[in-house]
């Protein structure tokens, strides 16, 4: 059964790099995608971005300047970077196994990570 | 402000029928399949439905999905109290050149 798990720092300062890993267990990475979602506190979910096992990727338009997402299949796991944050991006950041048809007709989140709260303060 | 309106809230009584509407345009729902989020209080998502009208496996069919042109909704037959949850309709949206999510409808049971 697949799982994600989340980990990184609770806490990032303003300004500073926002680092996070989503570990896949019970089933390989290759062959799918993998996205970030956020949702800051009260509020709706965002897509950040996703990658795909070969290293491709693709951003949110609106945080595509700071945002690399990288995958390293050898320890089955893919991180997120944020740089320059704000308090805008604190948020619960969720991992999630991604469903898509190349044309996106399709697209969808099958499997989710439990999250992990990241608050961006001094 | 979402791309995909859905009403902030919606309720509803044990064993009740209650429907959730989803509302886009032709670079989204009128293009694309769209999908249906759970959320219980302090969990992650939960896919719902997919393709507008498919359940992952382990989905009670209480649940059920449908679209026409620019809209969708999600239905709930026999309400339960675990039903009981914010509701997001999501979808990818070829003008943003992303997937967008609704503002989400919190569901409560009265």
Known sequence: ??????????????????????????DSINNYYWSWVRQPPGK?????????????????????????IS????KSQFS???TSVTSADTAMYFCARTVMHRNYYYFYMDV?????TVTVSS | QSVLTQPPSASGTPGQRVTISCSGGGSN???????????????????????NDLRPSGVPDRFSG?????????????????????????TWDDSLNGPVF??????TVL
């Open chain 1, 1 to 26: 059964q697949l799982q994600l798990l989340e980990s990184g720092p609770g806490l990032v300062k303003p300004s500073e790099t926002l680092s996070l890993t989503c570990a896949v267990s019970g």
């Open chain 2, 102 to 107: 609704g503002g989400g409808t919190k569901l």
């Open chain 1, 112 to 116: 989710w990570g439990r999250g992990t």
């Open chain 2, 29 to 51: 729902i009128g293009s694309k399949t769209i999908n249906w989020y759970q959320q219980l209080p302090g969990t992650a998502p939960k896919l719902l439905i997919y393709s």
């Open chain 1, 80 to 82: 997120l970077r944020l």
């Open chain 1, 71 to 74: 995958v390293d299949t050898s």
């Open chain 2, 66 to 90: 449908s679209k026409s042109g620019t809209s969708a909704s999600l239905a709930i037959s026999g309400l339960q109290s675990e039903d009981e949850a914010d509701y997001y309709c999501a």
């Open chain 1, 44 to 68: 709706g979910l965002e897509w950040v971005g996703y990658i795909y096992h070969n290293g491709t990727t693709k951003y949110s338009p609106s945080l595509k300047s700071r945002v690399t």
